[in-house]
């Protein structure tokens, strides 16, 4: 069996896509550590249900069943405690262990269990172990050992379970705008003439052959329509296969003879001497941010009431109706007023950048216009409380409207409105509150109050209610148009908490990788060394001495919204720094946003889009909305990384932006909305900024506008009693990269000599790089020589070591290892040079002699450089663009072959 060494580094050299093959590695590592006779199971959080999914399941009792799903609820046994604990569970008494464990064990013959949870900042999956045969639990070395591994390789499967779920959202966006849209033509329908029964919706999966129902919707009080959505059948057994085949509407006076799916499933509703239509058109989706007009083949049938003649012109106007019902949509000719709202919220919750409250504002304002209300309000149902929330209330002020609804009030208690159509999940009018036994008095002077449930799935998630201060103003006959509009923006509230509760745990894992990126992992720290502010590494007695206090006092002295600019060579630290400054502020909650101009190419458009935002068509490119930089820093700190770079032209507005307090007001590019974000702003730049002053490429007033406070990181050549101290960090953390203990690799007294004689031009982004090609290509994987360190400055230098052959390839080694890298297959140019060069660690130089090397082969010609490069075709002017952009480009000409 392979060593859990190899599983670890081949989950990590997995991409985020590759969801299916890292859980099929990750159970194969955790059956290399545990024991024989133990049956293994890996559950993970699906986020969109709040349950747990088990994706992967080895040996009895679990066998080869389909994956299970079950709700993650806090106290319901041994599963979920240690979910939620984030603790190692075990446990040989397993009817006390909950419902599923007692069930588990009833019908398996299971005797002993344990349960390792699979988590990064929080727990996000857990491990069961179960046996029919052993009669204790795994040994304590056992699950160090299973837990160890889990830790080592969550961060790469938390990742592609996040990229999993941001997919999975995606589609479900898609769909429910596919849904919500063809029900309202349904609804409409049904609502617009009084002779039709029943109206359905049907897709055509082209794939598969089949029709599915949409939408389905009956008379008011049929509930059976119901049943109708997401029924299907293939093509051929539909009437509705000669409507899709001919483009033509089909009219079946005589439904005796007719033996269709549509005309079976219409009987309840109608008798064999009524009419059924069937239509074929294209529904068209009015543009929104996840469709661009989708045409999709629809069929619709309606089923009449009555055998009454139907004029041509009655024929002619309902087989026209999907066409006439999407170009109202699409053209906005406001034709359909009612649902028109509705629409506009679907496309509200399907932009990006739209957040729960949002929509929940626009929700309950949509829901006084439609009910023509004196106030409005939106409660969800909080399962773990057993209560309503109050989430947003509209035409009362907020404290009024208690923040929590009890579902089941004590006795004594009188139950409010809300509550009674939760719990019922039927509408309900009170007519008259003083005489209405499901009316909660709050002493705001409601006389007249209506309610209806918020359904998704069959499932209340909340309840909309509206309010009038006219008795007697709400009726029964309200109840169809409030129930008409629930049922249409349950779906959008839904999804905007889906949408949240993505963004919330997307949120956590940027701050993690973050945490780690920075230096604030401890798993990685050398117990040599003393971590300043959690991450930074130096000698306090020397130069580092002042960039501590000068953090320190920010820290405790300054306003946590007060700009601070970092300045210093490249590759001293100033990343680490800013996120040490952020770290130390109330802001540290969330992820610090991180911007950086480089690749801009000096764009004026490119770098006010990065910091502001665009709307679509704002110059030639946005094709939709962009938010900026600005705008998703909201409550947090955004790090603007080579300042000196912005263009004067974008100065001016950054001086505006920062000079407007602590919340920035700011304009995205195209725009005329003023958007507001509390934001705190890092800058760092390793220009000489006076020079540029005086060169009259940077704005005076903006310098000293981010001049206020700084933070000036000296050299690695000034620091050089730093060196020992940075070394030991950076082979601690290699070492943990590799899955050796921290303490196994040394570094030799010669080797600190000559690293401490080097004049580090590159900094200790330059002595990472030193370390790292020392370690891996040059003598003992345990130990750095002295001669590993020359060998390994040398080749960085672009001379060959001396133990290099003659003919080495063309540019320095670096970056031919980095070609060779390509070249077997260990990734592409993007993932080997660009992400590295992004993010500062690889140089210019490097990048440039890769891009020699690949034209050297390529005989000068960038197209099969690019493919030499595993740079897809569809990527070739975004490759082309970095070059140019990065000053990465080089001569073509001097690699072409003459003759």
Request: aromatic fraction near 8%; charged fraction near 25%.
């Amino acid at each position: 069996m392979r060593p859990v060494e190899t599983f670890r580094r081949e989950i990590k050299k997995l991409p985020p896509t590759e969801v299916d093959a890292m859980l099929d590695l990750l159970l194969d590592g955790i059956a290399a550590i545990v024991p024989p006779g133990w049956a293994i199971a890996i559950d993970i959080e699906d986020a969109l249900t709040n349950s747990l999914v088990r994706r992967r399941i080895l040996g009895s009792p679990w066998g080869g069943g389909r994956p299970r799903r079950r709700p993650l609820v806090k106290d319901w046994g041994i599963l979920d405690r240690a979910f939620f604990s984030g603790e190692i569970v075990t446990s040989a008494n397993l009817p006390a262990e909950g419902p599923y464990v007692k069930w588990l064990a009833e019908r398996t013959g299971v005797r002993v269990i344990a349960v390792v949870p699979l988590k990064g900042e929080k727990a996000f999956g857990i491990v069961v172990l179960s046996s029919t045969e052993h009669m204790f639990p795994p040994g304590d070395e056992c699950l160090r050992a299973l837990n160890d591994f889990l830790a080592a390789v969550a961060l790469p499967v938390r990742k592609a379970i996040l990229s999993e779920e941001r997919k999975k959202l995606s589609q479900r966006l898609e769909n429910l705008y596919l849904y919500e849209t063809s029900q309202v033509l349904a609804d409409y329908l049904v609502t617009m003439r009084d002779d039709i029964a029943l109206a359905l919706l049907a897709v055509h999966d082209r794939e598969r052959d089949v029709l599915r129902v949409l939408s389905a919707s009956a008379r008011r009080g049929d509930e059976r329509a119901e049943r109708f959505v997401n029924y299907e059948r293939t093509t051929s057994e539909w009437l509705s296969a000669r409507a899709l085949a001919g483009r033509l509407p089909v009219w079946i006076d005589d439904l005796s003879s007719a033996t269709s799916v549509e005309t079976t499933k219409f009987r309840p509703f109608i008798d064999e001497d009524h009419t059924v239509l069937v239509l074929s058109a294209p529904l068209i989706l009015p543009e929104a941010p996840l469709f661009a007009e989708a045409i999709l083949p629809t069929t619709l049938a309606i089923a009449f009431l009555t055998n009454r003649n139907l004029t041509p012109l009655d024929r002619a106007v309902l087989s026209d109706f999907p066409r006439a019902f999407s170009r109202a949509l699409v053209g906005g000719e406001g034709r359909l007023a009612q649902p028109s709202g509705i629409l506009y919220l679907n496309e509200l919750i399907a932009s990006r950048d739209t957040d729960l409250e949002q929509v929940l504002e626009e929700i309950t304002r949509e829901l006084v216009l439609t009910m023509h209300a004196d106030a409005g309000f939106v409660l969800l149902v909080d399962a773990r409380t057993g209560s309503l929330l109050s989430k947003c209330a509209v035409g009362v002020p907020e404290d009024v409207i208690p923040k929590k609804i009890p579902l089941y009030p004590e006795e004594s208690e009188h139950e409010s409105l809300a509550a009674f159509v939760a719990r019922s999940g039927k509408p309900y009018v009170a007519e008259d509150t003083q005489q209405s036994s499901h009316y909660l008095d709050l002493g705001k002077g409601i006389a007249s109050e209506i309610g209806a449930p918020l359904k998704v799935g069959g499932q209340t998630i909340g309840v909309v209610v509206a309010s009038s201060r006219t008795p007697g103003f709400f009726r029964a006959k309200d109840l169809e148009r409030l129930e008409f509009f629930a049922n249409n923006v349950a779906w959008s509230i839904d999804n905007a908490r889906l949408i949240d509760k993505a963004r919330a745990d997307e949120e956590k894992f940027v701050k993690r990788e973050q945490e780690i990126r920075f230096g604030f992992d401890q798993a990685v720290q050398s117990e040599k060394v003393t971590y300043h502010f959690g991450n930074l590494v130096g000698d306090p007695r020397g130069p580092m001495g002042r960039v501590f206090e000068r953090i320190d006092r920010i820290s405790k002295v300054a306003d946590d919204h007060e700009t601070v600019l970092i300045t210093g060579e490249t590759g001293c630290g100033k990343e680490m720094v800013a996120f040490a400054v952020h770290n130390l502020s109330r802001r540290r909650e969330k992820a610090l946003v991180v911007s950086n101009f480089a690749s801009f190419g000096g764009d004026p458009n490119l770098i006010q889009s990065e910091l502001f935002g665009h709307e679509k068509g704002a110059f030639t490119g946005a094709t939709g909305r962009r938010v900026g930089c600005f705008e998703r820093a909201n409550g947090t700190t955004l790090f603007i990384d080579e300042v000196g770079d912005i263009v004067p032209s974008v100065q001016v507005k950054l001086l505006r932006v920062l000079q407007s307090g602590r919340i920035k007001e700011f304009q995205r590019l195209g725009g005329e909305e003023t958007q507001k974000s509390d934001v705190r702003v890092l800058a760092a730049t390793n220009a000489d900024m006076r020079s540029l002053i005086a060169d009259g490429r940077f704005r005076e007033d903006l310098f000293y506008r981010l001049n206020l406070l700084t933070i000036q990181i000296p050299p690695l050549r000034d620091r050089r009693t730093d060196i020992p101290l940075l070394a030991n960090h950076l082979l601690a953390k290699h070492a943990r990269a590799y899955s050796k203990p921290v303490a196994s690799i040394r570094l030799s007294e010669a080797a600190l000599r000559a690293l401490m004689d080097y004049h580090w031009p590159g900094n200790v982004r330059q002595l990472e790089a030193i370390l790292l090609r020392a370690l891996i290509l040059y003598g003992d994987p345990t130990i750095v020589a002295r001669e590993d360190v020359d060998a390994a400055i040398q080749e960085d230098e672009g001379r060959a070591p001396d133990s290099a052959q003659d003919e080495a390839p063309r540019g320095n080694g670096t970056s031919a290892a980095l070609f060779g890298q390509i070249q077997s297959g260990d990734g592409s140019f993007w993932e080997i040079v660009y992400k590295p060069f992004h993010d500062h660690a690889l140089s210019r130089s490097v990048v440039r002699g890769v891009i020699e090397t690949a034209l050297a082969e390529a005989g000068g010609y960038y197209k099969r450089a690019a493919r030499l490069l595993a740079v897809e075709e569809s990527d070739y002017m975004r490759f082309m663009d970095f070059l140019k952009n990065s000053g990465c480009k080089v001569d073509f000409r001097k690699f072409r072959k003459v003759g």
